[in-house]
Every structure is written in structure tokens, then in C-alpha cells.
């Protein structure tokens, strides 16, 4: 999501309360919003992609990177943040949401890891954060986790009056501690994912 009259730019990294974050800025932004908080890219974007001849795909997880190829320089001008999860909880909430069947958890983060596609656009690449800020110098990240808190110092930053923050597509409840009883899936979600989860402060689960 991107708003040139307020000058920022939400990265929506899946299952990260995103769709949330759309909906109540919608009114801030030029891009397209439906009830649902469905998201379409505005003119101005779809002038720059023909300009520069670069399609536009699935606008609604576009990455740092894909915003700068758009906007060049212009885009030190934008406030950058983003949501942040713990892969502990952000992947099997991607693979419960997705609906997959006929392979397990543990084998959906191992063909993560090994780049194999499962569903479409599912990858090594597009499950983690940096893919998502790219090789962005300077961004505002929420933590899931303290979400509420982190949202009214968004606003703030923003110039923006309070907005509630709704929770959308909200699925199902996992006992994700209990996920990781499995010692199989924890060996593999640390190994694929150990070194994001210590890099953004998280903790390195171990075995009970």
C-alpha cells in the first residue's frame, strides 16, 4: 500500500495482520480498497509500471524492492514500515491458512527451504521478512506481538488521527507451543528459519 499525499509506503509481509493495517488506511491511500480489504494499485503506480514497462503481480505483498524499481529516488521520501511476526508463528499460520493437504508442516518449511513451490508464489523467498524490506536503509517495524501499542506510534509518526485496528481474516487458533512438541519440525523450522528469528530479536525455540 502506498499514499502519495501522506507519503508512506506498508510493506505486507502474509499473516502479519496486514489486511487489518489496508483496511484502516485505506481512506489515506489512493490505492483501490474493497470491503474486504482487497487491495489494487493506484493510477499513479499503474503509470509508472507502464512507463517503465514492470508488472505489476500480486501488488498486495509488494516488496520494498518492487516499490523502489517504481519509484527510483522518489522513494526516499516515503515513510517505509512493515509488520514483523516469529517465523514460529507466521509459517504455520501461511500453511493452515492455505489449506494444504497431503503433506505435513514439516515437509511444507522443508521444501521451503529447498525453494520447491507447493502453492503458487510459496517459496524460500517469499516466506522471509528480508525479502519483503529488501535493501531498504531506514523502516518502521511493528512486532505482531505488541501490535496495538506499536499501531498508535505508527499513527503518531504518520500525523494521523487514532484509527481501530480490526483483526481480519482471522482463521484458525493454533497451539503453536504445542506445534513444536514435535521435535522434527522444530530441527527443521530452526535450521530454515534460525537465522531471521535471531536477527529480529526473536527467541530460538528448544526442545522440551
Known amino acids: 500500500m502506498?499514499?502519495?499525499?501522506?507519503?508512506?509506503i506498508f510493506i505486507h509481509i502474509p499473516k502479519t495482520a496486514g489486511t487489518s493495517?489496508?483496511?484502516?488506511?485505506s481512506q489515506y491511500s489512493?490505492?483501490?480498497?474493497?470491503?474486504?480489504?482487497?487491495?489494487k494499485p493506484n493510477i499513479e503506480l499503474i503509470r509508472l509500471?507502464?512507463?517503465?514497462?514492470?508488472?505489476?503481480n500480486n501488488y498486495k505483498h509488494f516488496t520494498y524492492n518492487q516499490y523502489k524499481q517504481l519509484l527510483g529516488g522518489r522513494i526516499k521520501d516515503f515513510f517505509i514500515f512493515s509488520v514483523i511476526r516469529t517465523p514460529h508463528e507466521r509459517i504455520p499460520s501461511v500453511y493452515y491458512y492455505s489449506k494444504i493437504t497431503g503433506v505435513s508442516l514439516t515437509s511444507f518449511i522443508?521444501?521451503?527451504?529447498?525453494?520447491?513451490?507447493?502453492?503458487?508464489?510459496?517459496?524460500?523467498?517469499?516466506?522471509?521478512?528480508?525479502?519483503?524490506?529488501?535493501d531498504?536503509?531506514?523502516?518502521?517495524?511493528?512486532?505482531?506481538?505488541?501490535l496495538n501499542e506499536d499501531w498508535k506510534n505508527l499513527l503518531d509518526k504518520l500525523n494521523l488521527p487514532y484509527l481501530s485496528l480490526d483483526y481480519l481474516n482471522i482463521g484458525r487458533r493454533i497451539d503453536y507451543n504445542n506445534l513444536?512438541?514435535?521435535?522434527?519440525?522444530?530441527?527443521?523450522?530452526?535450521?530454515?528459519?534460525?537465522?531471521?528469528?535471531?536477527k529480529y530479536g526473536y527467541e530460538i525455540k528448544k526442545e522440551h
Open 49 to 56: 509500471a507502464r512507463e517503465k514497462n514492470i508488472k505489476i
Open 30 to 39: 489512493e490505492d483501490i480498497v474493497d470491503d474486504k480489504g482487497n487491495i
Open 136 to 146: 531498504v536503509e531506514d523502516i518502521f517495524l511493528l512486532r505482531f506481538e505488541n
Open 180 to 198: 513444536y512438541r514435535d521435535s522434527r519440525l522444530l530441527l527443521v523450522m530452526n535450521k530454515v528459519f534460525g537465522e531471521e528469528i535471531e
Open 21 to 25: 493495517i489496508v483496511k484502516s488506511l
Open 110 to 134: 522443508g521444501a521451503i527451504q529447498n525453494g520447491v513451490h507447493i502453492i503458487p508464489s510459496i517459496g524460500i523467498q517469499q516466506n522471509m521478512i528480508d525479502t519483503f524490506i529488501g
Open 2 to 8: 502506498i499514499s502519495f499525499r501522506h507519503k508512506f
